[in-house]
């Protein structure tokens, strides 16, 4: 999904009836509260990434910002994807769909962005393949894909991003 | 590699234990870092940086801040710096937003921001509130401030590119303003030994017509009762005191220099006279760091209010 340029608003809050599935995806997806996400201001960054901000902030006028507060919700493919920022952001209030990385060699993989096994005592309620939010000793470090072809040995793909 | 300080020659008089000072600058710089405390505790982080090998000292005037004592690791390379716990940055340039003192929910413009630190360390001290408009006008330096801005996970803050001296009005007044201006930099040299070579007196006085600009600027975008603070990383009082006195002249009935006290850290007065030019005598409230007072680089502060 993305805007569709008619829609699109550089740097205006995200409609509410397009952030509201967005939300609940969110909280679907990690368990993250509805009432976490909904304390920021979500703005339309570009066609396809929403952008974090807290919801006093005052963005100058002129000229156009750059950037404003993170980049945290990417919206060109079929689901959301959450990005590595907001992973950081939000990731310990996160409690479905999380990787633990249980050694350094599993935190070396993951920061040499490897494909590498898990086993599922690493994985948090992770019922569904796809995006995770991926921490070591319990600190969100970004994201990454994960594969659950084999029931006993998940595997995960590091997006890790600096 | 030797160092060309034959043009620093002319500071012999104005800085304090010449021979201490020409000493410190054949060393390298202590690595500097400080608590991203949105996500972590100094203490906590103190652990962590322990289990990676990497011990730390706290610096005795700044709240979660530390020294590297062991470079091996770096810092920047451990898990721990990716995950946005931490931030490295040199000491001295802790000063100006330390000094600035933000305050959540506050509207602080950094006039200068690329690449970022220092708007970062803003951001921090707001407790993520607010507003912090990170200026800039090299687009490719802006570059920097937004993967700084990631990592930290910093969402008051917004990045303009544009002419600091130009800074549009229409964005507003803001509460405090930094103006950490480009300069010649010569406080640096600890860290890059080739910067000297391009100090003169011309260069100085060349980068003082832009630094008054920026400075006024910063002054007209200040609300009433607002706070700059204007700084630089070079020794020369072309671009330090005899800027702010400058400007001084150009508002004397809106500003006044704020005295500046920083208990366990080690500073001289500003210049109140120089060459010849007799400066405004306030002007020895104002800040100026040398490298070997603290192990640091060298830097000047002054802190400004805008009268109501």
């Known amino acids: 999904m993305k805007f569709r340029p008619e829609q699109f608003q550089r740097w205006q809050p995200c409609p509410p009836d397009i952030l509201a599935p967005l939300l609940q995806y969110l909280h679907r997806r990690f368990d993250l509260p509805l ?128 | 590699m030797e160092l060309a ?10 800085i304090p234990e010449w021979e201490a000072f020409l000493e410190s600058l054949q060393h390298p710089l202590p690595t500097v870092l400080w608590t991203n405390t949105l996500r972590i505790t100094p ?36 898990w721990a710096y990716f995950a946005g716990l931490f931030h490295i940055q040199e000491e001295v340039s802790l000063l100006p937003p330390y000094l600035l003192q933000p305050k959540p929910n506050e509207r602080i413009l950094d006039l200068c921001a690329a690449p970022g630190n220092k708007t970062a360390q803003i951001a921090v001290m707001m407790g993520n509130t607010g507003t912090v408009v990170a200026n800039d006008h ?19 803050v917004s990045i303009l590119v544009s002419d600091g001296t130009s800074f549009s009005p229409r964005n507003g007044t803001f509460d ?63 671009e330090n005191e005899m800027v702010v006195d400058q400007v001084l002249q150009l508002f004397p009935e809106q500003l006044e220099i704020l005295p500046i006290t920083l208990p366990n850290f080690t500073f001289s007065p500003g210049l109140t006279a120089w060459q010849g030019h007799e400066l405004n005598r306030n002007l020895r409230h104002t800040l100026r760091v040398y490298p070997h007072q603290n192990d640091t680089g060298g830097f000047y502060v002054a802190l400004l209010r805008k009268r109501q």
């Not at chain 1, 050694?103 to 040499?112: E, G, I, K």
Request: positive net charge; charged residues 20%; hydrophobic residues 40%.
């Open chain 1, 35 to 162: 009432d976490l996400l909904q304390q920021y201001q979500w703005l339309q960054q570009n066609l396809k990434t929403l952008a974090l901000t807290h919801p006093a902030h005052q963005p100058p006028q002129k000229p156009e910002p750059m950037a404003i507060g993170i980049p945290a919700l990417k919206l060109g493919g079929k689901i959301p994807k959450i990005t590595s920022a907001a992973a950081r952001f939000f990731g310990t209030a996160a409690t479905k769909h999380v990787v633990e990385l249980p050694d350094r060699s599993a935190l070396q993989s993951y920061l040499a962005v490897a494909r590498f096994p898990l086993s599922m005592d690493d994985c948090i309620q992770c019922t569904e393949a796809g995006v995770v939010i991926v921490r070591y000793r319990g600190i969100p470090i970004g994201t990454g894909f994960l594969k659950l072809d084999s029931p006993d040995t998940p595997i995960l793909q590091s997006q890790f991003s600096k």
């Open chain 2, 5 to 14: 300080t034959e043009h620093l020659e002319r500071y012999r008089a104005i």
């Open chain 2, 43 to 78: 203490e906590e982080l103190v652990a962590i940086l322990r289990e990676e090998g990497i011990a730390v000292t706290p610096l005795p005037w700044y709240p979660g801040a530390f020294r590297v004592q062991s470079e091996h690791p770096s810092p920047g390379t451990t």
């Open chain 2, 138 to 156: 090299n687009r490719h330096r802006v570059g920097a401030i937004r993967a700084v801005v990631d990592r930290l996970g910093l969402i008051n």
């Open chain 2, 176 to 238: 405090r303003v930094l103006v950490d201006v480009p300069c010649s930099c010569e406080g640096t040299s600890r860290k890059t030994p080739t910067v000297l070579a391009q100090c003169s007196l011309h260069f100085s006085q060349r980068l003082a017509k832009r630094q008054l600009l920026l400075l006024k600027r910063a002054v007209e975008v200040c609300r009433p009762g607002g706070i700059i603070a204007y700084s630089t990383c070079t020794y020369a009082p072309e």
